[in-house]
Protein backbone atom coordinates (compact mmCIF):
# COMPACT_ATOMS: atom_id res chain seq x y z
CA UNK A 1 0.00 0.00 0.00
CA UNK A 2 0.55 3.77 -0.25
CA UNK A 3 2.80 5.17 -3.45
CA UNK A 4 5.98 4.26 -4.08
CA UNK A 5 8.32 7.52 -4.10
CA UNK A 6 11.20 6.80 -6.51
CA UNK A 7 13.88 4.73 -5.65
CA UNK A 8 11.56 1.67 -6.42
CA UNK A 9 13.48 -0.66 -8.83
CA UNK A 10 11.91 -3.53 -10.15
CA UNK A 11 14.65 -6.15 -10.20
CA UNK A 12 14.36 -9.95 -10.87
CA UNK A 13 13.26 -11.75 -7.17
CA UNK A 14 11.26 -14.85 -6.51
CA UNK A 15 8.08 -14.51 -7.08
CA UNK A 16 7.94 -11.87 -9.73
CA UNK A 17 7.00 -12.66 -13.59
CA UNK A 18 10.35 -11.61 -15.26
CA UNK A 19 9.89 -10.99 -18.93
CA UNK A 20 13.10 -12.17 -21.13
CA UNK A 21 14.60 -12.00 -24.71
CA UNK A 22 16.91 -14.72 -24.50
CA UNK A 23 19.73 -16.53 -27.07
CA UNK A 24 20.66 -20.04 -26.38
CA UNK A 25 24.31 -21.24 -27.78
CA UNK A 26 25.74 -24.10 -27.44
CA UNK A 27 29.54 -24.77 -26.44
CA UNK A 28 30.28 -25.10 -30.39
CA UNK A 29 28.48 -21.13 -30.63
CA UNK A 30 25.12 -22.56 -32.32
CA UNK A 31 22.13 -20.88 -31.78
CA UNK A 32 20.04 -23.52 -30.50
CA UNK A 33 16.88 -21.21 -29.55
CA UNK A 34 15.84 -17.76 -29.38
CA UNK A 35 13.24 -15.24 -28.79
CA UNK A 36 14.81 -12.61 -31.25
CA UNK A 37 12.30 -11.32 -33.63
CA UNK A 38 9.59 -12.99 -31.69
CA UNK A 39 7.59 -12.16 -28.64
CA UNK A 40 9.64 -11.94 -25.18
CA UNK A 41 9.09 -14.94 -22.65
CA UNK A 42 7.34 -14.15 -19.71
CA UNK A 43 8.57 -16.58 -16.81
CA UNK A 44 7.76 -15.92 -12.68
CA UNK A 45 10.74 -16.55 -10.82
CA UNK A 46 12.08 -19.18 -8.33
CA UNK A 47 9.13 -21.58 -10.16
CA UNK A 48 11.34 -23.73 -11.65
CA UNK A 49 9.90 -22.34 -14.84
CA UNK A 50 13.38 -22.19 -16.43
CA UNK A 51 16.12 -24.06 -15.49
CA UNK A 52 17.79 -23.34 -12.11
CA UNK A 53 20.96 -21.91 -13.59
CA UNK A 54 19.60 -19.48 -15.41
CA UNK A 55 17.17 -18.27 -12.70
CA UNK A 56 20.62 -18.09 -10.53
CA UNK A 57 22.41 -15.97 -12.84
CA UNK A 58 19.33 -14.00 -13.39
CA UNK A 59 19.19 -12.85 -9.66
CA UNK A 60 19.18 -9.49 -8.69
CA UNK A 61 18.86 -7.81 -12.55
CA UNK A 62 16.89 -5.07 -13.73
CA UNK A 63 15.09 -3.99 -16.35
CA UNK A 64 17.21 -3.13 -19.50
CA UNK A 65 20.26 -5.49 -18.23
CA UNK A 66 21.83 -7.49 -20.67
CA UNK A 67 23.47 -10.53 -19.10
CA UNK A 68 25.42 -13.80 -20.11
CA UNK A 69 24.75 -16.70 -18.30
CA UNK A 70 27.14 -20.19 -18.73
CA UNK A 71 24.93 -22.92 -17.31
CA UNK A 72 26.32 -26.59 -16.37
CA UNK A 73 24.48 -29.70 -17.26
CA UNK A 74 23.64 -30.06 -13.57
CA UNK A 75 21.69 -26.84 -13.04
CA UNK A 76 20.68 -26.94 -16.96
CA UNK A 77 18.58 -30.42 -18.25
CA UNK A 78 20.81 -32.78 -15.98
CA UNK A 79 23.37 -35.47 -17.40
CA UNK A 80 22.45 -37.59 -18.87
CA UNK A 81 21.51 -41.20 -18.00
CA UNK A 82 19.51 -44.62 -18.57
CA UNK A 83 20.22 -46.66 -21.51
CA UNK A 84 19.42 -43.98 -24.27
CA UNK A 85 16.40 -43.70 -27.08
CA UNK A 86 14.57 -46.70 -26.53
CA UNK A 87 12.01 -47.41 -29.53
CA UNK A 88 8.30 -47.17 -29.64
CA UNK A 89 6.34 -48.95 -32.22
CA UNK A 90 4.74 -46.09 -34.28
CA UNK A 91 1.27 -46.77 -33.97
CA UNK A 92 1.49 -46.60 -30.49
CA UNK A 93 0.89 -42.64 -31.08
CA UNK A 94 -2.35 -41.21 -31.95
CA UNK A 95 -2.64 -40.02 -35.62
CA UNK A 96 -2.24 -37.19 -37.04
CA UNK A 97 -0.13 -35.89 -34.17
CA UNK A 98 2.83 -34.83 -35.83
CA UNK A 99 6.52 -36.30 -34.40
CA UNK A 100 9.71 -34.36 -34.31
CA UNK A 101 12.88 -34.83 -32.56
CA UNK A 102 13.00 -32.76 -29.47
CA UNK A 103 9.37 -32.58 -28.70
CA UNK A 104 9.09 -33.72 -24.96
CA UNK A 105 5.20 -35.43 -23.95
CA UNK A 106 3.99 -37.28 -20.56
CA UNK A 107 4.26 -40.82 -20.88
CA UNK A 108 3.87 -43.81 -18.52
CA UNK A 109 6.15 -45.96 -16.86
CA UNK A 110 5.71 -49.59 -16.87
CA UNK A 111 5.87 -48.60 -12.55
CA UNK A 112 2.97 -46.69 -13.63
CA UNK A 113 4.65 -43.22 -13.02
CA UNK A 114 4.49 -40.58 -14.88
CA UNK A 115 7.48 -39.16 -16.90
CA UNK A 116 8.54 -36.87 -19.45
CA UNK A 117 10.40 -38.40 -22.58
CA UNK A 118 11.39 -36.98 -25.57
CA UNK A 119 11.49 -38.20 -29.02
CA UNK A 120 14.93 -38.66 -30.02
CA UNK A 121 14.17 -39.40 -33.91
CA UNK A 122 11.42 -40.88 -35.96
CA UNK A 123 12.06 -43.78 -38.56
CA UNK A 124 9.41 -45.85 -40.61
CA UNK A 125 8.54 -48.07 -37.94
CA UNK A 126 9.53 -46.64 -34.96
CA UNK A 127 9.62 -43.43 -32.91
CA UNK A 128 13.04 -43.19 -30.58
CA UNK A 129 12.26 -42.16 -27.20
CA UNK A 130 14.86 -40.95 -24.43
CA UNK A 131 14.22 -39.97 -20.64
CA UNK A 132 17.24 -37.61 -21.36
CA UNK A 133 16.16 -34.00 -22.07
CA UNK A 134 17.96 -33.12 -25.90
CA UNK A 135 20.38 -30.72 -23.72
CA UNK A 136 21.30 -33.07 -21.27
CA UNK A 137 24.86 -33.09 -20.64
CA UNK A 138 25.46 -29.58 -22.14
CA UNK A 139 26.30 -26.80 -21.22
CA UNK A 140 24.49 -24.06 -22.48
CA UNK A 141 25.08 -20.19 -22.85
CA UNK A 142 22.42 -17.59 -22.85
CA UNK A 143 22.12 -14.60 -23.74
CA UNK A 144 19.32 -12.66 -21.78
CA UNK A 145 17.64 -9.21 -22.23
CA UNK A 146 15.39 -8.02 -19.38
CA UNK A 147 12.59 -6.45 -20.94
CA UNK A 148 10.15 -6.36 -18.35
CA UNK A 149 9.33 -7.72 -14.94
CA UNK A 150 5.95 -7.24 -12.49
CA UNK A 151 4.01 -8.66 -10.13
CA UNK A 152 2.20 -11.91 -11.16
CA UNK A 153 -1.22 -12.12 -10.92
CA UNK A 154 -2.76 -14.41 -8.01
CA UNK A 155 -3.78 -17.18 -10.63
CA UNK A 156 -0.41 -16.90 -11.65
CA UNK A 157 1.11 -17.21 -8.83
CA UNK A 158 -1.80 -20.00 -7.70
CA UNK A 159 -0.46 -21.68 -10.96
CA UNK A 160 2.98 -21.03 -10.91
CA UNK A 161 3.32 -19.82 -13.81
CA UNK A 162 2.87 -16.47 -15.54
CA UNK A 163 -0.23 -16.57 -18.00
CA UNK A 164 1.29 -14.43 -21.74
CA UNK A 165 3.39 -10.90 -21.03
CA UNK A 166 0.71 -9.17 -19.57
CA UNK A 167 -0.75 -11.94 -17.48
CA UNK A 168 -3.92 -11.87 -19.33
CA UNK A 169 -4.05 -14.77 -21.51
CA UNK A 170 -6.49 -17.53 -20.25
CA UNK A 171 -5.58 -20.64 -20.81
ZN1 LIG B 1 -1.94 -21.03 -15.43
Redesign the pocket.
Known sequence: MGASLGGHMSTVTDGKVVIMHYTLKNVAGEVLDSSDGGEPLPYLHGAGNIVVGLEKGLAGSAVGDTKDVEVSPEEGYGLPEGPGPQPVPRDQFPEGVELLPGMGFQAQADNGQTMVVYIAKVDETSVWVDGNHPLAGETLFFTVEIVGVRDPSE??L??????GIDGTE??
Open positions: DEAHGHPHSH
